[in-house]
């Protein structure tokens, strides 16, 4: 999946910031290696610049071991045939809602971003961490 990308590509969503093929792989590494997700899609609209997908992951959260279907909108950009930007949209809420046993955590969570970041960032540094990589 990371030749996909252009080396100095973007990747933003609800909790990451990534910039650098390297910084997306490990992420969509971890993803796949620690979660159950399953992924159905639409692409909506595709050409030689630009892309977007209707995306449903399904998966069970690590944290909480609750079920996830996360409805996310993908915007792509591409050039020389690979995608130079990647942008998921999804409803925080909603999604904290399914993520998070009722309480504090979840109302946080589904409101700042910078609460959601905080936990991505420190799953993916244990991620490398525990894979060596620097």
Not at 110 to 127: M, P, Q
Request: with cysteine.
């Amino acid at each position: 999946m990371a030749a996909c990308y252009s080396p100095s590509a973007t990747f933003s969503d609800i909790a990451f910031t990534l910039k650098g093929r390297g910084q997306i792989h490990e992420m969509w590494q971890m993803i796949c290696e620690n979660t159950d997700i399953r992924a159905t899609f639409e692409v909506l609209h595709a050409d030689a610049v630009e892309g977007r997908v209707a995306l449903v992951d399904h998966y069970t959260y690590t944290d909480t071991a609750r079920t996830v279907r996360n409805v996310i909108d993908s915007r792509f950009r591409f050039q020389d045939g690979v995608i130079v930007q990647h942008d998921d949209h999804c409803d925080p809420r909603a999604w904290a809602g399914m993520a998070f046993p009722t309480g504090v955590r979840g109302f946080l969570a589904g409101r700042f971003r910078i609460v959601r970041s905080f936990a991505a960032r420190r799953k993916l540094e244990a991620f490398r961490r525990q894979h060596a990589i620097h």
